[in-house]
């Protein structure tokens, strides 16, 4: 403890045991029975220089009086260096484990923003699956519309003087208009542009979406207008 040896007889251990520290050596010496072989424990103590050091003390009851113990002999040594380097390894075991964690979080991002790239990649050849798909069909399609739109011509032609036959050749050119559109945003959706926002009338925008909207409105009867 850095004192001489008379200093320390007569007086009390907890005299070189920090204060805060007293009530668990007490409790600790009450444990203490008879012929007991209690293990080794390690106490803070206070050196003459007032720095800390710790102890690792073997103690053993030496006197009993009417069953308790009064006396201990106690014979410890100086750990300071071997709690110093556990203290050590513990901040080291704190610092990999907080590493580790970090690493951890780190790994669990990368794999979560790999996933939803792997997601918009397979939603992006799904798209493109779909739109060769599309553009296929609408390929299809339009060529026998070329070929009604030819014949229908074909057929104003020749009998563009019965009033009858107009009627029905003003139905079947406003239903293939219909489909003529479709196809047209069937391929504009195989092969989408890129979006250019720009400023213009709303009358415009409800215009075109009454036009899109009067065949099968006729077909219900219902009439539409834009005042």
């Excluded at 009993?64 to 002999?73: S, T």
């Excluded at 009998?159 to 107009?166: E, H, K, L, T, Y």
Aim: overall charge negative; glycine content about 4%.
């Amino acid at each position: 403890f850095g004192r001489a040896r008379e200093e320390l007889l007569g007086t009390s251990f907890l005299s070189v045991v920090p204060e805060e520290d007293h009530a668990a050596v007490r409790d600790f010496v009450a444990t203490l029975e008879p012929n007991s072989k209690p293990p080794a424990t390690d106490y803070r103590t206070i050196n003459a220089d007032g720095a800390p050091s710790w102890i690792r003390w073997v103690d053993r009851p030496v006197k009993v009086e009417h069953g308790r113990v009064v006396e201990v002999q106690a014979v410890g040594y100086d750990v300071s260096e071997l709690r110093q380097l556990l203290d050590e390894i513990a901040l080291e075991r704190d610092r990999r484990q907080a590493l580790n964690d970090e690493l951890e979080a780190r790994v669990r991002e990368r794999t979560a923003d790999l996933a939803e790239a792997n997601a918009a990649l397979r939603r992006s050849e799904t798209l493109s699956a779909v739109g060769a798909l599309v553009a296929g069909v609408a390929h299809e399609v339009r060529n026998p519309l070329f070929a009604m739109s030819a014949s229908l011509d074909a057929f104003d032609e020749e009998f563009r003087n019965d009033p009858q036959f107009a009627e029905y050749s003003v139905h079947f050119r406003r239903e293939m208009s219909r489909l003529e559109a479709l196809m047209r945003q069937l391929l504009d959706y195989a092969r989408p542009e890129q979006v250019e926002l720009a400023e213009q009338p709303l009358i415009d925008v409800v215009r075109s979406s009454v036009v899109s909207c009067q065949a099968p409105a006729e077909i219900l009867g219902v009439s539409l207008r834009v005042d």
